[in-house]
């Protein structure tokens, strides 16, 4: 009934039936494969999405960054020429109110030191007299 099987016949089935394990292996291990590369691609897709954005909102940032700068060096401008008015305003009323009034009030502490030292020596002229 059975006939007896020769080496070389068993080693047949047993490369047989390692090629069927080792395909099964290799099928689960292709599917997982596959997964992984959808995940992939999913992933990179979605990062696509992200730096395009980021990029977009780079541009408006860079923009409404240069307005500012603009608007600063429009202020700095300002308060630069604020400065220097109020340097020439200083500079005017010194010369052309300060000094004056300084003069008038010199000649006029001495104009009262004068009269008081002439009024003082006629006082006392009164008095010795």
């Known amino acids: ?10 080693g047949i089935l047993l490369i047989g039936i390692a090629f069927v394990v080792g395909a099964v292996y290799l099928a689960k291990t ?9 995940d992939i691609t999913k992933t990179v897709s979605e990062n696509r999405k992200q730096i395009d954005d980021i990029i977009k909102d780079v541009q408006s940032i860079t923009n409404s960054s240069s307005e500012v700068m603009d608007s600063v ?7 630069k020429k604020s400065v220097t008015d109020v340097q020439k305003t200083v500079a005017t009323t010194k010369s052309y109110i300060l000094r004056p009034v300084l003069k008038t009030l010199r000649y006029t502490h001495s ?6 030292s002439l009024t003082g020596k006629k006082k006392k002229q009164k008095i010795k007299s």
């Open 30 to 38: 292709m599917k997982s494969l596959t997964i992984a590369v959808e």
């Open 73 to 79: 060096e429009e202020t700095l401008y300002s308060v």
């Open 111 to 116: 104009a009262i030191n004068i009269a008081q």
């Open 1 to 10: 009934m059975f006939e007896p099987i020769h080496l070389w016949e068993a």
